[in-house]
């Protein structure tokens, strides 16, 4: 009969002979790859030049970053297979550490005991989560584990930590190269994060070929965990999403940083592939210019300055107005005419005037008695003649007019001097002869 270890080993498809063949050939012979170049650059104190695309160096680099993704999957296989096996023993200890690999080493301190509070925890864990643990297994439901569950369990822990060592030798040995590689790249996006572009790219030729806009999706993984919902996964993210600098920016702001950060690394890689600045120096400059984007982008908006009042202008507003405005004013003004007629006295009937179908009450316009005052023509919109062109008059005496002369023109003696007086007496006295009666006195009845 199986015992309870050998099922659960069954279920995950995890056994011993499993565990022992997790490090695959591919792994060995990078890890391998990585131990050789790295004691050839000891050898020469220094690497003198960036390997090129050609070179097996180059390839090394591009696996080998691309290999740490994996190693992130296995990571969590093996996480998930601790945790089942040593929840026989503390099941309240997943809920309390999350990370994978401070979860493994706790597992391998505290171990088989019974008495967890004796068991030093300081280099692995904050105080607080020590208290918080010590407390909880004096309570926990938990029962000892067999040799034979507790050896699975160690072997676990071990191979969750080999994998851990080799991730960060990897890591780092990508990153040691990618400054001769790629500097200016790395200066912009990181080396952790321009060794995976490359990888996703095929090389940094290729890279350069791609633009921005596509630049933002490399890496895009649209598959889900099992078990996890799709809801809350970004769309159209990448690898420049998930770098420390992009998560660093507020949410609502990593579209535009990833934008950003996109078009200055394809630039730098393009200067990369040129060798024009060998020493990085573009690409901290372009990192300069994204962190200043990125600190105006979460400026506050500039604040609204209040206005006092205007002080308040109690006599009547000057409204300019010209030659056309007065003689509108004139057209339309108020006489006293249409003021009687708006007028009504009280107990008498209107009088009203007909036209046609329709009738108009006149008011107390019929009952006006007098002169009613007419529109008052404005001076000022009479034509004026120009200076040059009034004629000079010369006045004359009260009786006549200043257009009355003396001299006269006649066909029979040309000029000569008249009586203006004797022309009036003259006329008086002939209409005194034929209208003296108020009728034509000459005629005959």
Known sequence: MSSLA????????????QAENSDDEQTKKTLERIDFFKSKDSETQKLSRAPTEEEEEYKLIVNANSMTAD???EIQVVHKFIRDH??????????LILNPMDYART????????????????????SATIMVISVTATT????????QEWKITKEGCDMALALDAAKKKIIDYVESRMALVAPN????????????????????SAFCKIPACNVQVLGNNKKTNTGFSSASMERHTGYIYGSDMVLAVPSDLRRKATKIIAAKCVLAARIDVMNTSPSGEAGQKMRVDIDQKIEKLQEPPPSKNTKALPVPDEGPKKRRGGKRVRRQKEAYAMTELRAARNRMAFGEAEEEVEYGDESEGLGMAAKQLGKIRASIADKR??????KKYQQKTY???????GLASSLAFTPVQGIELIDPQAQAERAKKANEKYFGDGAFSIVKK
């Open 86 to 95: 040593y929840a026989l023993r503390f099941p309240e200890l997943e809920s």
């Open 71 to 73: 190693i992130d999957g």
């Open 185 to 204: 790249m790395s200066n912009v996006v990181g080396s952790s994060t321009a060794a995976k572009l490359l990888t996703a790219a095929g090389g940094l």
């Open 140 to 147: 926990t439901s938990g029962k000892p584990l067999s040799d």
């Open 6 to 17: 050998d099922e659960l080993a069954a279920d995950l498809d995890f056994s011993d002979d």
């Open 381 to 386: 919109n009479k034509v004026k003649v120009p």
């Open 395 to 401: 006045g004359s005496s009260g009786i006549t007019s």
């Open 107 to 126: 597992v391998k301190a505290i171990g088989n005991t019974e008495e967890i509070s004796t068991t030093d925890l300081k280099s692995i864990l904050p």
